[in-house]
């Protein structure tokens, strides 16, 4: 088997268990947690939209938003849509390394403010992001953010 085989195989039992994770959580009784764990990526899009239009974020900063936007609907991508998991995969690398450049270039109050999710879902974003800090939960910060 090619590595392509194999790489395909890796990421699809690893969606397998993700997916039987959830199912446990859910049978367990701990829907919350399950919810938490499926809304991850519908609320990073809502917070990509949320950003695009917010009136404190420099044009430069909303256009590279769009170009996130067009990559992400565009069918042609680093790796194609076709290949199962693989292909969605290079579209969540570069959302992450969009959102990890606006976190960095001093968006964190701002992110916090417009993350539609749950505190724990934005904990973990700004982690991966390499940005500790408060959370929204002390307050909202009214300064300009400068995404």
């Not at 270039?105 to 934005?122: D, Y």
């Amino acid at each position: 088997m090619s590595w392509w085989g194999w790489l395909a195989l890796g990421l699809g039992g690893l969606l397998a268990v993700w997916l039987g994770f959830l199912a446990s959580l859910v049978a367990l009784g701990r829907r919350a947690e399950a919810r938490v764990i499926a809304t991850f990526v519908p609320d990073c899009l809502v917070l990509v939209t949320r950003l695009a239009r917010d009136p404190r974020v420099p044009r430069r900063r909303k256009l590279l938003l769009l170009g996130l936007a067009g990559y992400v609907a565009s069918p042609v991508d680093l790796v194609p849509d076709v290949v199962p998991v693989v292909g969605q995969l290079d579209d969540a690398v570069v959302v992450a390394l969009v959102l990890r450049h606006l976190v960095r270039a001093g968006g964190a109050p701002l992110l916090r403010e417009l993350w539609p999710g749950p505190e724990r879902s934005l904990t973990v974003l700004l982690r991966l992001a390499g940005v500790a800090g408060p959370s929204r939960a002390d307050g909202p910060q009214r300064e300009r953010a400068g995404v």
